[in-house]
């Protein structure tokens, strides 16, 4: 078995017994990039010669007896975090000449315990997008099969990992934008609870719902990275300010008497019979080990796509407005005075689903509507909030598809927005509570596409989320990458 077909946890503990080198695992998956990413298309910037000297750099402290965490694990980066040195486009023509001056707070967590940053990989523009097609650069494949989309917005994190060009990365989710890439990519993604990972450094889309988190090719993966980057940080005035367990210690203890709830709802019209019946098989697997399974209602689920996309808008209109052309970002060439400065560099700067959504928002936001409109959608976000409040009081976690389908054809939603945001109607329920939630590979449909589960867990309850997603795991075969 080659560096880069093992699992995360496997390449991470040969690293730490010194049985091969960071530079061995780093060239290993440069060549995997040089050998699969003109078709899948996942990275949009491979610094090989950085990061081969970083991966030098951790063997050298190796031999000296010091070496962090990761141990040389190489970690790909989503497009929208902060690195010194390196472009930091969002997808997007607007910041396509962007170098951050500083690194975001997970990536000094990351270079203080070790990793190879390897590249930086795509996502839809400004992380608005479900597809990995909304990129102004490129389009993403999904890497088991390259008609399909590999999810979105961190369509890249997934297709990287999936097709085993990084045992890691980082993506960031808004409303599911780390679990529906790892559902369709057949890899472990994981949104931390709201406040548990500090977002300076994150380009923002919707403050009150973005989050940082990883993606690996099995639980420990995760729990390793999202052992790393947790935690205060007094930049970020939502970071919460309380202690991270050690997720590791406990991964392999099963939970004695798991609760389980799952909605009724979440089972009905719409549903792929293919999904449907992975994700059963996997709820039996559950009641074999000895869970309970209860039946729990979220009654106001129904309106959690329209409360999503106001919310998310209205703040996606109000942190775009930066980028104007002279505070921020793409400017226009001639304008003719300062309101066509405007309209050109936004106009030529974003792209048609920004601008889509930047619209909503701004018409959500303005005077007369407000109170209809985005207030009202404050409203009942605590409603959905609630639910989720009631619920955890009778189950420990609660289970769920990922996604209504596996993954879909490239194009095959484009023209159909509203189509396209229903692919994250089992995810942005867990954004807008401020919840964690993570995705697990639980099988394949009849085309050999991967179908993801999803388990939710209560506020800073990511230890029992990842222990209980363990339990699941421990009991499977290994998923693997996507073959070449």
Same mark, same amino acid.
């Given at each position: ?38 078709a ?11 990061a ?28 929208n ?16 000449k ?22 930086r ?23 088991w ?21 990084? $045992?890691?990365?980082?993506? #960031? ?26 977002r ?11 989050q ?10 995760a ?71 209860r ?21 996606a209109s ?31 700067g ?31 976000r ?6 989720? #409040? ?15 389908? $596996? ?37 394949? #449909? ?11 867990? $209560?506020?800073?309850?990511e ?19 996507? $073959?070449?």
């Open positions: 078995m080659s560096l880069t077909t093992l699992p995360t946890s496997d390449l991470h503990a040969k690293l730490t017994r010194g049985e091969v080198s960071a530079v061995d695992v780093t060239q290993a998956y440069l060549d995997s990039i040089a050998a699969r990413d003109a899948v298309g996942a990275f949009l910037h491979v610094d090989s010669e950085g081969l000297a970083q991966a030098r750099a951790i063997d050298e402290r190796r031999a000296k007896g010091t070496v962090g965490k990761l141990a040389g694990l190489p970690v790909a980066l989503k497009d975090l902060c690195t010194v040195g390196a472009p930091c486009t969002c997808a997007s023509r607007m910041l396509e962007f170098v951050p001056p500083y690194d975001a707070h997970v990536i000094e967590r990351l270079r203080a315990e070790d990793a190879v940053l390897i590249g990989v795509n996502l839809d523009e400004f992380a608005m997008g479900s597809s990995c097609e909304n990129s102004a650069f490129k389009k993403t494949a999904n890497p099969n390259l008609t399909h989309s590999p999810g979105g917005s961190s369509g890249g994190s997934g297709a990287a990992v999936g097709g085993g060009m990084a $045992p890691l990365a980082l993506g #960031s989710d808004t409303g599911g934008s780390i679990r529906l890439p790892a559902a369709f990519c057949g890899v472990v993604g994981m949104k931390p609870t709201y406040g548990r990972v500090s300076y450094g994150l380009v923002a889309f919707a403050s009150s719902l973005d940082i988190g990883p993606l690996a090719t099995d639980v420990r993966g729990a390793l990275t999202l052992q790393t980057i947790a935690g205060h940080d007094h930049r970020d005035s939502t970071s919460v300010d309380r202690t991270v367990p050690d997720y590791l210690a406990n991964l392999d203890t099963p939970l004695k008497g798991l609760r389980i709830g799952i909605v009724p709802e979440y089972f009905g019209a719409g549903l792929d019979p293919e999904v449907a019946e992975a994700v059963r098989k996997a709820i039996d697997v559950y009641r074999g080990l000895g869970a309970e399974v039946e729990v209602h979220l009654p106001h689920t129904k309106y959690c796509v329209a409360v999503y996309y106001i919310v998310s808008s209205s703040e109000s942190n775009l407005a930066r980028y104007d052309g002279v505070h921020y970002g793409h400017r226009g060439e001639k304008p003719v005075n300062l309101v066509d400065l405007y309209e050109s560099s936004r106009g030529e974003f792209g048609d689903e920004v601008k889509r959504r930047i619209m909503l928002g701004t018409y959500a936001l303005s005077s007369g509507y407000y109170d209809a409109y985005y207030n009202k959608a404050l409203k009942v605590r409603l959905i909030s609630d639910d989720f #409040s009631k619920a955890f009081a009778d189950v420990d976690v609660i289970l769920s598809p990922v996604s209504p389908t $596996p993954a879909f054809r490239l194009g095959e939603l484009s023209d159909d927005p509203l189509a396209m945001y229903l692919m994250d109607i089992y995810t942005i329920s867990a954004n807008l509570a401020g919840i964690p939630g993570i995705s697990i590979p639980c099988g394949k #449909s009849s085309a050999g596409l991967p179908i993801g589960l999803q388990l939710l867990a $209560p506020v800073f309850e230890e029992r989320l990842l222990r209980a997603a363990r339990m699941y795991e421990a009991t499977q075969p290994s998923f693997g990458v996507a $073959p070449a």
